[in-house]
């Protein structure tokens, strides 16, 4: 594994996010934060209303400029992230879960604390000089985020339908060179 789980879920959780954001529809319903919230496994206040879908929202741009950033605009970044929440990094365990990193009270706003968590999450990309792990989507029609966590390094795509296009475009190309 190369950064550890609750490293490797916060930066799944911050790409779904922004990636999100270009769909044509997007996050738009409580409902579909309560499944984000459940799917990557937050704890802590939720108070899945539209008010905070609209705070959630609201730092999709920040988190694709911390994710796109070169290695040392994203230490800027990361620090302003952390200085503003007032972050204080601390030791907890709880629901079955061995001893990892909270650096934000848990009856903080979700959006504060996705920004918290991502910004947490992305020390150890820095720190481990792995930004590469990070990229733009390599489909031409695409500004999706990929976050690449294969031993190889060789995902290339955000999402299958990205993948796909590309295969069928590249496939149609062999055909018709023959």
Same mark, same amino acid.
């Given at each position: 594994?190369?950064?550890?789980? #609750?490293? *490797? +879920?916060? %930066?799944?959780? &911050?790409?779904?996010?922004?990636? !999100? /954001?270009?769909?044509?529809?997007?996050?738009?319903?409580?409902?579909?934060?309560?499944?984000?919230?459940?799917?990557?496994?937050?704890?802590?206040?939720?108070?899945?209303?539209?008010?905070?879908?609209?705070?959630?929202?609201?730092?999709?741009?920040?988190?694709?400029?911390?994710?796109?950033?070169?290695? #040392?605009? *994203? +230490?800027? %970044?990361?620090? &302003?992230?952390?200085?503003?929440? !007032? /972050?204080?990094?601390?030791?907890?365990?709880?629901?079955?879960?061995?001893?990892?990193?909270?650096?934000?009270?848990?009856?903080?706003?979700?959006?504060?604390?996705?920004?918290?968590?991502?910004?947490?999450?992305?020390?150890?990309?820095?720190?481990?000089?792995?930004?590469?792990?990070?990229?733009?989507?390599?489909?031409?029609?695409?500004?999706?985020?990929?976050?690449?966590?294969?031993?190889?390094?060789?995902?290339?795509?955000?999402?299958?339908?990205?993948?796909?296009?590309?295969?069928?475009?590249?496939?149609?190309?062999?055909?018709?060179?023959?």
């Amino acid at each position: 594994m190369v950064f550890a789980h #609750d490293t *490797a +879920v916060s %930066l799944q959780a &911050a790409v779904t996010l922004v990636n !999100s /954001a270009l769909e044509p529809v997007g996050m738009t319903t409580p409902e579909e934060l309560d499944d984000f919230f459940a799917d990557y496994g937050y704890t802590g206040r939720h108070d899945g209303d539209e008010a905070e879908l609209a705070q959630v929202r609201a730092v999709v741009p920040r988190l694709r400029e911390v994710l796109t950033a070169r290695r #040392d605009d *994203a +230490v800027d %970044l990361l620090n &302003a992230m952390l200085r503003e929440a !007032s /972050a204080v990094p601390q030791l907890r365990r709880h629901d079955g879960l061995d001893w990892h990193v909270h650096a934000i009270d848990q009856d903080r706003p979700l959006a504060e604390r996705i920004l918290v968590e991502t910004a947490m999450a992305m020390i150890d990309v820095v720190r481990a000089d792995e930004m590469s792990r990070l990229a733009i989507c390599a489909d031409e029609t695409c500004e999706g985020v990929v976050l690449d966590l294969s031993r190889n390094r060789s995902k290339r795509f955000c999402s299958v339908t990205c993948g796909n296009r590309n295969a069928v475009a590249a496939y149609r190309a062999r055909q018709s060179s023959t």
